[in-house]
Structures are given as structure tokens and as C-alpha cells.
């Protein structure tokens, strides 16, 4: 039996941690984790200027339109059942037209959509196009008219879903590895400190305050699958025989964890994705070592996220 009262506490130590480790990261030093947490009702804590959008659309505008709604259907089912039952109202009215009525529940849901088609364009245009250096980006505020600055892409990785694990490709250094999930044994000896199911041999390691661009593709013998990262507000279908194109560009350093996101198999559950986001000083280190002794000189220079 769950006892209700060590549940709330264990939420509030939650809380409370979760509080400590937001004082923690302005210190720096501490690592940012991008995966969902226990007891986690929000979304996950944005890590790049598109989930900002994403998160304050949500927030700031779907939560209150949909909390409307459901307040209005409430007091409309209220109304109807103490005034319009049988006791109350014995002998009903034949009425069958009322055309104020009817414009009135045509026009008011489409001025409701109106008002959220609006920001949900400029925050999918904003998705959907690579930052040149000039474009500028709503962010946060999905009501402006832009005022985020992004850089044009400083890097290109090409991502590969593979039956059933991620392959990852720099196509102008000359990298490429494949990332495997780590079992529970491997984890414990390799990478103790990091989740369950979300930790991988090989990260994708990309700079921190750059814009990456992301070709998704899938291995031709193999299946659809979908390259998506929560705290980076990205999800794309990776398709056997096409590209897709995508970019992030990362505001912190920390590791953000996503998962394959269309149903490819018996291991789909178990492909995760692991963005190891570092300072540019660590990720030319970084290139460097991979590119004179392979992936495991990259993973040692790197160290365990701490
Ligand atoms: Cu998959």
C-alpha cells in the first residue's frame, strides 16, 4: 500500500530538490539532465529557443483556451440539468431554431481557433526553418514578432535509425559511430549516474550555443522510425530512402535524452538518444580525440556526466 502522506512528501523532497538543483545549475559546473522525472505533470524543461516556443504556447495560451472550454461545458451541463429536468421543467418547449444560437456556436469556435492558429503558425514556421544568421526566432514570447537571433548552422549531423539502435554521422569531419542503449549491467559499470533505458554507449556530441542542422534518415533495409529529443522541442520521422531536415541549436550545456518515436519493432523502446551538449573548447577537444583514436578516447576526454 502507498501511503498518501510519504507520497506527498516524497513530492515535495522532489520539489524541493528540484529547486536545489535549479540553484545548483547557476553555479554551472552541474549538468543539466534533459528526461522526464518521477511525478513530472509539465512539460520537460525547455533547452532550446523552439521548445521555448512550444512550452509558453502551451502554457500561456492552449491551458487557459482548454480550461475555458471546459469551465463553459461545465456550467452549460449544470444549467441543463437543474432547470431542464423533468420535475423542473415539466412541459418543454418545442422550440427547434434559434438562429442567434447557431451563429453564435459557429462564429465563437472559429475566432477561438483563429486566435490559436495564429501563434501555432509563427511557432511551426519558426520549426521549420534553419536559422540563416539574419531570421529572427519568437522564443518565449509567441506574440512578437521575433526577436531571438539565432546563428546559421556551425555543424551538420547526419542521424541514421538503424533496427534497433541510432547511428550518427559529422559528415564534414570525417566521424561516424553507432549508440547502442546500455544495459543495466553496462550502465552500472560505464555510466552509473546516468537513467535507466536512456543512457547509450556513444552521445551525440554537439556544441553548446550553436545551431545544429540534423539530416534524418533510416537505414534503407530497415523501417520508419522518429528521431525526437522532448527538451529540444524536435521530432522527425527518420524514413528508409529520404532525408529529412531538422536543427536544434542547445542554450546549456547538460546531457537531453530523447526516444524513438514511431513504433519500428520489438526494440523499439530500446533505441534511446542521448545529446551530450558541451562548451566548444570541449567539443574540439572532443573531435579531435575521436577523429586520432575513435569514439572511446571522445568518451574518455569527456568523462561521466557529473
Ligand atoms: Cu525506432
Not at 166 to 195: G, H, N, T, V
Request: charged letters at 15%; hydrophobic letters at 45%; a negative charge.
Amino acid at each position: 500500500m502507498i501511503d498518501k502522506f510519504s507520497v506527498r512528501n516524497a513530492f515535495l523532497a522532489r520539489a524541493l530538490g528540484a529547486a536545489a538543483a535549479g540553484l545548483a545549475t547557476t553555479g554551472a559546473a552541474f549538468a543539466e539532465v534533459g528526461a522526464a522525472t518521477e511525478g513530472q505533470i509539465h512539460l520537460q524543461e525547455p533547452a532550446t529557443p523552439i521548445m521555448e516556443s512550444i512550452t509558453a504556447f502551451h502554457n500561456n495560451l492552449l491551458l487557459w483556451v482548454i480550461t475555458a472550454i471546459v469551465l463553459l461545458v461545465l456550467a452549460l451541463l449544470i444549467v441543463v440539468m437543474l432547470r431542464f429536468n423533468a420535475r423542473a421543467n415539466p412541459t418543454p418547449s418545442k422550440t427547434s431554431h434559434n438562429s442567434v444560437i447557431e451563429v453564435v456556436w459557429t462564429v465563437v469556435p472559429i475566432l477561438v481557433l483563429v486566435v490559436i492558429a495564429v501563434p501555432s503558425f509563427g511557432v511551426l514556421a519558426d520549426q521549420q526553418t534553419v536559422p540563416d544568421g539574419s531570421r529572427k526566432y519568437l522564443g518565449s514570447n509567441i506574440f512578437s514578432y521575433g526577436d531571438v537571433s539565432l546563428p546559421a548552422p556551425g555543424l551538420t549531423v547526419k542521424v541514421t535509425g538503424v533496427q534497433w539502435n541510432w547511428s550518427y554521422e559529422y559528415p564534414d569531419l570525417d566521424i561516424s559511430f553507432d549508440s547502442f542503449m546500455l544495459s543495466d549491467s553496462e550502465r552500472a559499470a560505464q555510466k552509473p549516474s546516468e537513467p535507466r533505458l536512456l543512457a547509450v554507449d556513444n552521445d551525440l556530441v554537439v556544441p553548446v550555443e550553436t545551431t545544429v542542422r540534423v539530416l534524418v534518415t533510416a537505414d534503407p533495409t530497415g523501417v520508419i522510425h522518429s528521431f525526437a529529443v522532448p527538451s529540444f522541442g524536435i521530432k522527425i520521422d527518420a524514413v528508409p530512402g529520404r532525408t529529412n531536415e531538422t536543427w536544434f541549436y542547445a542554450e546549456r550545456e547538460g546531457i537531453y535524452y530523447g526516444q524513438c518515436s514511431e513504433l519500428c519493432g520489438k526494440d523499439h523502446a530500446f533505441m534511446p538518444i542521448a545529446v551530450r551538449v558541451v562548451s566548444q573548447d570541449t567539443y574540439d577537444a572532443w573531435v579531435k580525440a575521436v577523429q586520432d583514436g575513435g569514439t572511446d578516447a571522445g568518451a574518455a576526454l569527456l568523462g561521466p556526466v557529473s
